[in-house]
């Protein structure tokens, strides 16, 4: 199956939190770059950031991205694409805010693709867990692995529209955003026998935690699971049981961006969906390590691991035997986010 291992690779979203180290990484190992903003500030922001590499680095402006034919210029010339942006709205109350955005910006991205089927040879979309199993009632088994899908909180939306849980409008969002991305793939792929010069690898990460490096003036600005995580081991206000007893899983950001470039380069990636998971964790052991690094980390409560509850698990076998990522430890991710935020004057 196609795979890169040099070339110019398109960012989509280049200005948010897993797009710049992912940027970064490629960077570092030598592909040349072309990012995707939605303002010329931000792309001046970007821009600035990576001055020291020069011409490697090109930015362009999108201002909307559900716009078909937006993204035919930003796809052009382009060896890979790697679809990171998304609306990252956790809390919606009404489901088109998230839904159509996300499926109608993965659909045009697709759709450029295509057009420039000549010289793109893999597209990798993010995902997210919750694509997988719904968070609102019990998963359908207790380890979910990439075959599962999130079809219950689609029915709710689908149903209810503004009546839906909230915690059901963005799973709702991502679910149909890769289902359509699937749906795309599969049949440009047999309308042209097999032969349509690009593959697709979708990646399905949990929480993404760790050091930030977008341009975020406070902490009240962090949003999704980098605001969850500041707020939980900063200013503790996980207690009882969401401290100590209720287990989830999570990814650092720069394991994350690690595992967006090696799903270029390995040729068994293609065609696969890739549950990218580092760790389990309770908030707990956020705060036990952060507390090594700053005497402002509140000390929390004592917790007996045998007593944690995961409501889901993920099997991530599959992504590290093909992609063969090594996940740093809970205290790196703790040590240099806590760094991270004294270094900003948030500690």
Do not use: C
């Not at 700053?294 to 991530?316: H, M, Q, R, T, W």
């Amino acid at each position: 199956m196609p795979a890169i291992t040099s070339g110019r690779v398109l960012v989509t979203g280049a200005n948010g939190f897993a797009a710049l180290w992912t940027i970064t990484d490629l960077l570092e190992h030598g592909f040349l770059v072309r990012g995707t903003v939605r303002s010329v500030s931000k792309a001046d922001y970007v821009r600035d950031m990576f001055k020291t590499h020069g011409d490697k680095l090109e930015l362009v402006v999108v201002e909307d991205t559900g716009k078909e034919g937006a993204l035919d210029d930003a796809v052009e010339g382009v060896d890979a694409i790697l679809h990171i942006a998304s609306p990252t709205n956790l809390s919606p109350t009404d489901p088109d805010t998230v839904v159509r955005p996300a499926v109608e910006g993965t659909v045009n991205l697709l759709k450029s693709a295509l057009k420039h089927s000549s010289t793109v040879k893999r597209v990798v979309i993010t995902s997210s867990v919750v694509a997988l199993a719904p968070i609102t009632v019990p998963p359908p088994a207790p380890v979910i692995d990439e075959t599962y899908w999130n079809d219950y909180s689609v029915k709710e939306v689908r149903e209810k529209g503004k009546g839906a849980h909230t915690k059901d409008m963005y799973p709702a969002s991502k679910v149909l955003a890769e289902r359509a991305a699937w749906e795309f793939y599969e049949h440009e792929k047999n309308k042209l026998s097999g032969k349509l010069g690009w593959d697709l690898v979708v990646l399905i990460p949990p929480f993404i935690f760790g050091p930030s490096l977008h341009d975020v003036k406070s902490p009240e600005q962090l949003n999704g699971p980098i605001q969850y995580f500041y707020f939980s081991v900063v200013k503790g206000v996980q207690t009882g049981d969401a401290l100590t007893k209720t287990g989830y899983e999570y990814i650092d950001v720069r394991d994350f961006a690690r595992t967006q470039v090696l799903s270029l380069t390995k040729p068994e990636a293609g065609g696969e969906r890739l549950i990218v998971s580092g760790h389990p964790f309770v908030w707990q052991q956020f705060l036990d390590a952060a507390r090594q690094y700053s005497d402002k980390i509140p000390g929390g409560e004592l917790y007996d691991p045998s007593k944690v509850e995961f409501p889901v698990k993920y099997n991530s076998e599959k992504s590290r035997r093909i992609l063969g990522i090594e996940y740093r430890p809970l205290e790196e991710t703790a040590k240099d986010t806590i760094e991270d935020y004294k270094a900003k004057g948030w500690l």
